[in-house]
Each structure stands twice: as structure tokens, then as C-alpha cells.
């Protein structure tokens, strides 16, 4: 039984995991939205809502941590100074899922991952 135990494992072990996160933040951050399945947009809503929590608290230690959690430089710059300036006074929320469909292929259930009020 799975009582008690949250999160997917998305058929990766751990490290692979964490890796496919990363990069999945990395982009959204970058491009403001991320086309994927439901379930690895489903995983990633609260990877990228705790960064940006990070990101609004601005400190060094803050920056460290989305360091360790992020690829691009550039983007943590940007997530930072536009993306958590934007967000400065909202409490939560800032991503949004549109459910896609299937994909053409497998049919596998895609979905849309946007930055909820991002023009970038």
C-alpha cells in the first residue's frame, strides 16, 4: 500500500529524477512555459514554486540553494530579478497547467506548464 508517500517516480531512478526537474525548470524559467506530460508537469509545479519562493527571499543563502537546483546561470539570474519581482506580492501560485490532449505518438496526456501572469 502507498499510504504516506508522495510524489512519482516518472519510471527514473532517483538521480534521473532529479536531473529531468532540473532541466524541466531550467526551461520554464527560461522560456516562461514548457510543453510535457501531465505527470512530469504535475511533478514539476512544486519544484518551480519553491524556487521561486527561494528567488523572492533574494539572500545569498537563497541563491545557493537555486544554485545546487538549477543548470543555467543566466536563468537563475533572470529567475532573480524579473521572475521574482513579478511575483513579489503573490503568495503562491505561479504556475498553471493547461491539459493538452493526447500525444500523437503514444497518446500520452500532454499538457502546457506556464508562469501564471509572465510576458517574457
Excluded: W
Amino acid at each position: 500500500m502507498r499510504h504516506r508517500v508522495a510524489g512519482r517516480k516518472l519510471n527514473r531512478n532517483t538521480s534521473q529524477r532529479k536531473a529531468l526537474l532540473r532541466g524541466l525548470a531550467t526551461e520554464l524559467f527560461k522560456h516562461g512555459k514548457v510543453q510535457t506530460t501531465e505527470a512530469r508537469a504535475k511533478s514539476l509545479r512544486p519544484v518551480a514554486e519553491k524556487l521561486i519562493t527561494l528567488a523572492k527571499r533574494g539572500d545569498l543563502h537563497a541563491r545557493r540553494l537555486v544554485a545546487g537546483r538549477m543548470y543555467d546561470p543566466e536563468v537563475q539570474q533572470k529567475l532573480f530579478t524579473e521572475i521574482a519581482d513579478l511575483y513579489r506580492d503573490r503568495q503562491g501560485g505561479y504556475t498553471r497547467i493547461y491539459k493538452l490532449g493526447p500525444r500523437k505518438g503514444d497518446a500520452a496526456p500532454m499538457a502546457l506548464i506556464e508562469l501564471v501572469d509572465y510576458e517574457g
